[in-house]
């Protein structure tokens, strides 16, 4: 149990997936720039990231490892990932058609998202169990909702601030990704002991 | 031995993409926009196939197609008029009361001059980063800023500011509410376009609270309440609110308001000139 806990926070907070290991930055870019859709992407990225470590997880334990395939990994995941894009975005079109459309490229784009890649290939390379790499695809999930929601918030904010005419855009954006970055390395050695 | 080392990743990759194809044709069977296709025969069926295009689409086909996968409104068949309406609102699933024209309107009054402002407000020229400062400068916490956030918005530049104050030029308005989502004060409400008696107010604080910063504003008297002869009118707390669907424009209200709160609204064509 401690161990599951120590996987959430240390994931949500001290290894962020967006701000500490900067992962999946194209999205968080992308579609942070209101706060009802970012919401809704990382929702999508929650549900394709628990589900794709679980998945990967068993073809890796079953058909991989016995068959000792383990080049076959990237691929296959890829392929995993993919088809849970997919079935993302059929159940998106017909039941949140506002989300879709304000998501446009991005939601095919998560299937690229290396977030999620690296969610299931760092299950494998950290020996988690089934059970430990579905929380640490939860909450891996949460910590791109964690790190968008936010981020998405400070834009807001910056829409209405006088920014000097060269900074408008994304370069204060960069700036002020940067800082909420920094701002999370001070979780870093919470989980030290 | 070389064949098996091409088979065996080539039937791993091979089957999983055949399983992950057969779950997507599944799934996408269950939310097939199929559904979506059956409305849009139906609703061709019931047009009356003229193709006359008065509705703003080019055919009966694409607005069937428009009313399903756009959201287009059910009540634009000039020729088939209401019985038609009826249908389609049938097929889509949607009241037939919701096809009525509705419009925007802001609910307060208080231009310069009829209320005052409690600091001046040099920031943003912008209603959302005004009302994030104490609420906004207006003496009023739930007055019209009059930065015109709505009227940016407005795809059809129906929304005016005059004399501080948001206005929506009714005739012109489509009804989208969009300018009601924005609005940070939430006082721009949808109206159907048919009650144009309306309490210019937004302020249920006390009446004694609301006379030391509008003369505008409604005091909760309750005149217009016991003056009604439909029971259109309710207190909230002490605002009157009017019920636009039992409201029969009578003007008893309207007279008997002492703050000139409770208004007629009127489009002369010279108001709408000066847009």
Redesign the interface.
């Known amino acids: 149990m401690k161990d599951i806990i120590i996987i959430v926070f240390a994931t949500i907070f001290v290894e962020n997936f967006v701000l500490s290991k900067f992962l999946g930055i194209c999205s968080f870019l992308g579609v942070s720039k209101n706060l009802s859709d970012s919401i809704g992407m990382s929702g999508a990225v929650v549900f394709v990231m628990t589900i794709a470590s679980a998945v990967t997880w068993l073809v890796q334990e079953y058909i991989l490892d016995p068959l000792s395939m383990q080049y076959l990994q990237t691929i296959t995941f890829i392929l995993v990932i993919a088809a849970l894009v997919q079935v993302v975005e059929i159940f998106m079109k017909k039941s949140l058609p506002r989300l879709y459309k304000a998501l446009g490229i991005y939601l095919p784009l998560i299937t690229t998202n290396c977030a999620v890649l690296a969610v299931a290939i760092l299950n494998i390379q950290r020996d988690y169990t089934f059970l430990e790499s579905i929380v640490f695809g939860f909450s891996g999930g949460v910590s791109y909702m964690v790190a968008l929601v936010i981020f998405a918030g400070i834009r807001e904010r910056l829409e209405l601030c006088d920014i000097p005419e060269c900074f408008k855009g994304f370069p204060i954006s960069l700036v002020a990704a940067a800082f909420v970055s920094l701002a999370f390395m001070g979780f870093s050695g919470l989980f030290a002991g | 031995m070389m064949i098996t080392n091409i088979i ?2 080539a039937s ?2 091979g089957g ?2 055949l399983l ?1 194809g057969l ?2 044709a599944v ?2 069977k269950k ?3 199929a559904s979506n296709d059956e409305r849009i025969e139906e609703i061709i069926d019931v047009l009356p196939g003229a193709n006359c295009a008065a509705c703003g689409y080019s055919g009966c086909v694409a607005y069937a197609t428009a009313v399903v996968n756009e959201g287009a409104k059910t009540n634009l068949c000039s020729v088939g008029k209401e019985a038609v309406t009826k249908k389609i609102s049938e097929i889509m699933g949607v009241n037939a009361e919701s096809t009525e024209k509705l419009t925007a309107r802001v609910m307060c009054a208080g231009f310069e001059g009829i209320t005052t402002h409690k600091y001046e407000y040099e920031g ?1 020229s ?1 209603c ?2 005004a009302s994030q400062l104490h609420a906004g400068h207006s003496a009023c916490r739930y007055g019209c800023l009059g930065f015109g956030d709505c009227a940016a918005v407005c795809p059809l530049n129906a929304i005016q500011i005059t004399r501080g104050i948001a206005m929506v030029i009714e005739p012109i308005c489509a009804g989208c509410g969009l300018c009601a989502e924005t609005c940070p004060k939430k006082i721009i409400k949808m109206m159907p376009a048919h009650n144009i008696t309306s309490v210019t107010c937004s302020n249920g604080d006390k009446g004694v609270a609301v006379r030391h910063i509008c003369s505008h504003g409604c005091i909760g008297c309750t005149r217009c309440v016991k003056v009604c002869e439909y029971g259109a009118i309710t207190m909230s707390g002490s605002l009157a609110v009017i019920d636009p669907y039992k409201c029969q424009n009578c003007g008893k209200c309207v007279e008997v308001c002492p703050e000139h709160t409770i208004e007629t609204i009127t489009f002369a064509p010279c108001d709408r000139k000066e847009a």
């Open positions: 065996i990743p791993i990759i999983m993409g992950f779950g997507l799934v996408s939310f097939a926009v943003v912008s959302i980063a």
